[in-house]
């Protein structure tokens, strides 16, 4: 089936530096990638999507020079967080969809801490 | 977007079948009921979806009311593994090209299997 395989698994960093989490589709081009964030015990909140060889679409709220999304080819998308801050301390989820399988399929997520 | 409906916990012993109800009353025609689980920390995992006739895996079974407006999730055979958050998702219509539109996730339903 369709695997996405997402790095790092976690991550922790200092304040006011960045840090890139890529989001790989390993048996299967991805057109199509969608990024979340989720906050303990909290639902998935839906971040970006991005489109292969376009720019990333945002959710309202989500500010996209802080939250850098690329998808330069079918098989990955990176998410970068800059200038990190605390808050940005948050569980990071992406997601691809593929014309060929049944649905959306998960990568692993990235625990991120910023200290 | 149709908005989903789900109590926020439930309880089931093992071995016995797991019934998960879903309402999607404001659902339209073109819009499939997904449902998804997640297990802590990890990504979600994908488990059944259908549009309008009942569906069956090696998961599990999806029952759609003829109306559309709810959904049954049922797990024939509960295990501790099991346990998990389950999200009932209404697929968005994309309004681009390709095939999938976003997934947005409500608060899901703690399943808990019990010895």
């Known amino acids: 089936g369709a695997v996405v395989s997402q790095h790092p698994s976690r991550v922790i960093c200092k304040s006011g530096t960045s840090v890139k989490i890529e989001c790989r589709s390993l048996?299967?081009?991805?057109?199509?990638m969608f990024w979340y964030r989720q906050f303990p015990k909290k639902s998935l909140m839906l971040m970006a999507t991005?489109?292969?060889?376009?720019?990333?679409?945002?959710e309202q709220g989500v500010e996209k020079d802080k939250f850098l999304i690329n998808h330069a080819s079918l098989t990955l998308s990176t998410l970068t967080v800059t200038s990190a801050h605390p808050e940005d301390s948050s569980f990071y989820i992406c997601?691809?969809?593929?014309?060929?399988?049944?649905?959306?399929?998960f990568g692993s997520g990235t625990r991120l801490t910023v200290v | 977007d149709a908005k989903t409906t789900q109590p926020p916990s439930m309880d089931c012993a093992e071995g016995r079948a797991a019934n998960l109800p879903c309402n999607h009353s404001?659902?339209?025609?073109?819009?499939?009921v997904y449902w998804y689980r997640q297990i802590h920390s990890q990504g979600p995992q994908y488990i059944i979806h259908?549009?309008?006739n009942n569906e069956t895996n090696e998961m599990a079974s999806l029952i759609i009311t003829e109306d559309r407006k709810s959904s049954t999730l049922i797990l024939p055979h509960a295990t501790l593994r099991d346990t998990a958050v389950y999200y009932c998702?209404?697929?968005?219509?994309?309004?681009?090209?390709?095939?999938?539109?976003?997934?947005?996730f409500g608060q899901g339903t703690i399943l808990t299997v019990h010895p």
């Open positions: 997601s691809a969809s593929d014309r060929g399988t049944k649905g959306y399929t």
């Open positions: 048996d299967f081009q991805a057109t199509t």
């Open positions: 991005s489109n292969e060889g376009s720019k990333a679409t945002y």
């Open positions: 404001t659902i339209s025609g073109n819009e499939y």
């Open positions: 259908g549009l309008k």
């Open positions: 998702i209404v697929r968005v219509p994309n309004a681009g090209g390709t095939s999938y539109g976003k997934l947005t």
